[in-house]
């Protein structure tokens, strides 16, 4: 982490999926200030880079996950040399309760579709498959501070390898009973594209820095926003999203691990 607070990194693209905040692009007004937030379902997505065996196969957590991921890409370009940071607090819950409840009744018969879908790294695997990548990927998970920790991997993987990733955080609400014990208010996706970041690397959505630090984690400057901030572990970017929307440089603290936490200082 301290060579990570030597370095700064170039945002170079970014994607957004959430209620009344579809795509970056059309939420960068509410997330400015400049226009009020309205909530809005999101209607069913079609991941438009996977072929048709696959988008059948896609769940509901994957396609979360592809909306922000086809967000950010829409604007950089191909995607097959990117490297990959997949986050997710929790991965597909909806596949999970569904195996659980296959295994509690006679017979015993899990679905196949369901079985190849199980696996946390799913998503990660669908996006390889969407871009004919071979570059390398990372899942992870780290509860409610899987942005931060997603984060944190992306630029630790974007300073090694000295080139731009690809960070793709995600969670979808879990169906009872499980949403008793993990009561995520909505589904929700966050993408960045980063890369290391010198004087002449262009970042057209500014620049950030990490470094470790105490204290409470940051909250939305916009009140209408706080709800969904706190009802997803994707959605604890938007105080850094905030802060990129409205061109202001300013630092955010994000929730990392115990009482350990991350400044993020963003420049234009």
Not at 125 to 141: D, K, N, P
Not at 157 to 172: H, I, K, T
Request: aromatic share 6%; charged share 15%; net charge neutral.
């Amino acid at each position: 982490m301290n060579a990570l607070a030597r370095s700064s990194y170039a945002i170079k693209a970014v994607g957004l999926a959430a209620p009344g905040l579809a795509g970056w692009a059309a939420s960068m007004p509410v997330l400015s200030g400049a226009a009020p937030y309205v909530f809005s379902a999101e209607t069913p997505y079609a991941p438009t880079l996977l072929p048709p065996n696959e988008r059948r196969r896609a769940t509901a957590a994957v396609r979360q996950a592809f909306r922000a991921a086809e967000d950010a890409i829409g604007g950089a370009g191909g995607a097959r040399d990117l490297a990959s940071v997949f986050a997710s607090s929790d991965a597909d819950m909806a596949v999970l309760h569904r195996i659980c409840a296959a295994l509690a009744q006679e017979p015993r018969i899990i679905s196949p579709t369901d079985f190849h879908n199980s696996v946390h790294n799913a998503a990660s695997g669908y996006w390889s498959i969407a871009v004919q990548s071979m570059a390398v990927t990372t899942t992870l998970s780290a509860y409610d501070a899987s942005f931060t920790a997603g984060l944190i991997e992306a630029a630790a993987l974007a300073r090694d390898r000295a080139g731009d990733v690809l960070l793709v955080a995600y969670d979808a609400s879990a169906p009872p009973p499980l949403s008793v014990k993990r009561p995520l208010a909505l589904s929700a996706g966050v993408a960045l594209i980063l890369g290391p970041a010198d004087g002449a690397t262009a970042a057209p959505f500014g620049r950030i820095a990490l470094e470790l630090a105490s204290g409470g984690e940051s909250q939305c400057a916009l009140p209408a926003l706080e709800g969904l901030r706190s009802g997803n572990p994707a959605l604890r970017a938007l105080p850094l999203l905030e802060l990129m929307a409205a061109r202001r440089a300013a630092s955010v603290t994000l929730r990392a691990s115990g009482a350990l936490h991350v400044t993020v200082r963003w420049t234009p």
